[in-house]
């Protein structure tokens, strides 16, 4: 998986911590549900990213018309992908997005720190197994937990 620049994606590289939000936050986010601001403070020396193929989902999602999910999908992609750098990974055929963010969490958890956060049980504990930082949304808490320490 090579890492590219997509919008302001370039300053990656001079980021020690790099937080990969999935498509469940996003979501969520749009729904004010949660709040980045509440990722931000308990992780202030991470650097937020989206990977294409969150992106990638979200277009599909909002390519359904007339559902919920594809109206608030629509609202993420105009609003709410400048508050993140986008990193551009290749895209594998029939592979899922949580595979994907996973596999680049793992590409470059050697050099640099790197959680997933997500609010999707299952990529929560994939990522816990293959020894990925997590910060997991806690539904019935509405908050945020890290799940590991990072700092």
């Not at 004010?32 to 403070?41: G, N, P, S």
């Not at 994907?100 to 997500?118: G, H, N, P, Q, W």
């Not at 299952?122 to 990925?132: E, F, N, P, S, V």
Request: proline residues 1%.
């Amino acid at each position: 998986m090579e890492i590219s620049r997509v919008g302001s994606g370039s300053e990656l590289e001079k980021y020690n911590c790099i937080a990969v939000v999935d498509t469940s936050i996003v979501l969520l986010i749009s729904l004010k549900e949660a709040h980045l601001d509440d990722i931000l403070d308990l992780i202030p020396n991470c650097h937020t990213v989206l990977l294409t193929p969150v992106i990638i989902e979200l277009q599909s999602m909002a390519k359904k018309k007339n559902t919920k999910k594809s109206y608030i999908a629509e609202w993420a992609l105009n609003n709410l992908l400048q508050l993140f750098n986008v990193i551009e990974i290749s895209m594998e055929d029939g592979k899922k997005v949580d595979d994907m963010l996973i596999e680049f969490a793992e590409s470059i958890k050697r050099i640099k720190k790197v959680l997933i956060i997500t609010a999707d049980t299952k990529l929560k504990d994939d990522a816990l197994k293959k020894g990925i930082n997590v910060m997991w949304y806690r539904k019935e808490r509405k908050g945020f937990e890290l799940l590991t320490e990072i700092i």
